[in-house]
């Protein structure tokens, strides 16, 4: 599953963004995909994730801002961002929970290892 994110840029504070991830396989119905973030200097933490059948889940240090849902009519696997902060300025990833001949279909953590299938990246830059 090839993977390219889009839909970053740079925002003040309090502002919105929507981030999208086109894949090479649409609809997902067979496998979950999830965001992750990755700030300067830091590791990449994950922020959502849909399963297969739709049902979202959200890290705990990401709840209420952010949400994660398929765009039909794009193709696409969508992540918006509300009330921005600075601390959100970070390069933003999709990623599919599959690995060679294995996919899962449900959300289970943020595990890196379980994520086959990686985009290059979006950048966000939230400024005060």
């Known amino acids: 599953v090839q993977l390219v994110e889009s839909g970053g840029g740079s925002v003040q504070a309090g502002g919105s963004l929507r981030l999208s991830c086109a894949a090479s396989?649409?609809?997902?119905?067979?496998?979950?995909m999830a965001w992750f973030r990755q700030a300067p200097g830091k590791g990449r933490d994950g922020v959502a994730c849909i399963a297969a059948d739709g049902t979202t889940t959200y890290a705990d240090s990401m709840r209420g801002r952010f949400t994660i849902f398929r765009d039909n009519a794009k193709n696409t696997l969508d992540l918006e961002i509300h009330s921005l902060k600075p601390g959100d300025t970070a390069t933003y990833y999709c990623?599919?929970?599959?690995?060679?001949?294995?996919?899962?279909?449900?959300?289970?953590?943020?595990?890196?290892?379980?994520?086959?299938?990686w985009g290059q990246g979006t950048q966000v830059t939230v400024s005060s």
């Open positions: 396989e649409y609809p997902h119905r067979d496998y979950s």
């Open positions: 990623a599919a929970r599959v690995s060679p001949g294995t996919r899962w279909t449900y959300c289970g953590g943020y595990d890196e290892s379980d994520f086959g299938s």
